[in-house]
């Protein structure tokens, strides 16, 4: 069965600092890959996705990820994070054909000190 | 994307009895998931539910536990039955949406 690591269990950073949050996955075919952000209080939210194409990829609010696959790793960036940035972020796979649900890592907690 | 209701938005319930979590969807999907997602935790998926077939379920959960519905294209229910203070999480239903998912704004489920 594939899975989805996230290593970074809670992250500490300070305003401006540079973000990187590691998502690796174990399927080896190709792979639709999320990150989702919650912040406190509220749902989940869609930060960017991966289907196809270039493996940069912009999302919202200044986030990117790049999808390398000989590493099967999808991490999560923002080059300065702010106050607002605090969250807890998922990172999620689904193999395309199959039964289509999405399965999460088990999440990276970022507080960001103002 | 999809827009979805989902209710109740909290809900403290006693032991051993049973509680009914919806949600509705502004369009026809075929399939619409359901997690779960306990305090400190990742979601986990519980099932997956086709409307005019029975749900799919994920190891570690059972029918007879949480019994859902699929009468339409747009609405779905989870029961949590008999319920344990171990059942308590955060519910949440989700659909395929565009390119990506929607996820309803989940139910607080305390069990006392």
């Known amino acids: 069965a594939q899975s989805v690591s996230q290593h970074n269990h809670h992250v500490i950073l300070s305003e401006a600092a540079s973000l990187e949050l590691g998502c690796n996955y174990s399927?080896?075919?190709?792979?639709?890959l999320f990150w989702y952000v919650q912040y406190p209080g509220q749902h989940l939210q869609l930060l960017l996705k991966?289907?196809?194409?270039?493996?940069l990829v912009k999302g919202i609010k200044g986030f990117e990820a790049e999808f390398i696959k000989s590493k099967f790793s999808f991490n999560l960036r923002k080059p300065s994070v702010q106050w607002s940035d605090t969250a807890e972020y998922f990172c999620?796979?689904?193999?395309?054909?199959?039964?289509?649900?999405?399965?999460f890592g088990s999440g990276t907690q970022l507080t960001v000190l103002p | 994307s999809a827009v979805i209701s989902q209710k109740p938005s909290r809900d403290i319930c006693q032991r051993g009895t049973s509680l009914t979590i919806q949600c509705q969807v502004d369009?026809?999907?075929?399939?619409m998931f359901w997690y779960r997602q306990q305090p400190g935790q990742s979601l986990t998926l519980i099932a997956t539910?086709?409307?005019?077939?029975?749900?799919?379920?994920e190891s570690g959960f059972v029918i007879d536990k949480f019994p859902i519905s699929r009468p339409n294209l747009t609405f779905s229910t989870l029961t949590v039955s008999n319920m344990s203070p171990e059942d308590s999480s955060i519910y949440l239903c989700?659909?395929?949406?565009?390119?990506?998912?929607?996820f309803g704004s989940g139910t607080r489920l305390t069990v006392v």
């Open positions: 989700s659909v395929e949406s565009g390119d990506g998912y929607t």
């Open positions: 999620a796979v689904i193999i395309p054909g199959s039964a289509r649900q999405l399965t």
């Open positions: 399927y080896g075919g190709t792979v639709n």
């Open positions: 991966y289907f196809s194409g270039d493996p």
């Open positions: 369009s026809q999907v075929t399939m």
């Open positions: 539910a086709n409307q005019g077939s029975e749900a799919t379920y």
